[in-house]
């Protein structure tokens, strides 16, 4: 995932870089245009974040798209004073549509602001084995500890970004998201003491993210 991400960014600057001077783009030539997008969220080594999506110019400044966002994620602690391990695995998938208003500065850099919402589908497992010593004697080393849940949710996000092409076919946004979501499931708890399932709720509010996003127009 590293090399992916830094060949990304090599293949960006080089455009940059050595690009030849190109035709000014028109608003009127993104009319019913339609690009593939790419978007990478943060550059964590433990995760895999990102997306593949389409968008399309509907108008000169108006967009709509939609996008399958994955985010794998798998921390393993090493034994310690507390634990004698422990493993954390998350797996989200969502679904969601986009819009876009454009607000254009020049014939190549445009900031925009606009609306994201999505469903989703988050999986997270979380297993932890305490040291002996925050165990009880009869316990031992069987002693686990772990909690699994499965939880569905709607989220809905207000967007600011900008995009700039560096080729006529290509372009590069940064953007900036905040909003919130609902999620709604069940949790299942599996330890030596206990075995229990219950039905849990929650609502995230101020939830924010940043992502860089690579368009490919044909």
Do not use: H
């Not at 960006?12 to 690009?19: D, R």
């Not at 190109?22 to 943060?42: C, H, S």
């Not at 034994?79 to 549509?97: L, S």
């Not at 988050?122 to 004697?137: D, F, G, M, Q, T």
């Amino acid at each position: 995932m590293k090399r992916l991400y830094f060949s990304f960014l090599i293949f960006f600057c080089t455009s940059l870089l050595f690009s030849q001077e190109m035709p000014a783009i028109k608003n009127d030539d993104l009319i019913n245009k339609n690009a593939l997008l790419f978007t990478f969220n943060g550059f964590n080594l433990n995760s895999l974040n990102g997306a593949v999506g389409w968008k399309k110019w509907t108008r000169a400044n108006n967009a709509v798209g939609a996008a399958l966002q994955l985010l794998a994620y798998q921390d393993i602690k090493d034994a310690g004073q507390e634990v004698n391990g422990a493993e954390i695995t998350q797996i989200d998938v969502q679904v969601y549509g986009d819009t876009q208003r454009r607000f254009p500065i020049n014939q190549r850099l445009a900031p925009y602001l606009g609306g994201r919402f999505g469903i989703g589908l988050e999986k997270l497992v979380n297993k932890i084995k305490p040291s002996e010593r925050l165990s009880w004697s009869y316990f031992g080393s069987d002693y686990r500890s772990e909690t699994k849940s499965t939880l569905y949710y709607v989220a809905a996000y207000f967007v600011v970004g900008g995009e700039y092409f560096f080729r006529n076919n290509l372009s590069l946004s940064g953007q900036y998201q905040v909003g919130g979501d609902f999620r709604w499931g069940e949790e299942k708890t599996i330890s030596t003491v206990v075995e229990e399932m219950r039905d849990i709720s929650r609502l995230n509010l101020g939830v924010w993210s940043s992502s860089l996003m690579l368009s490919v127009y044909f």
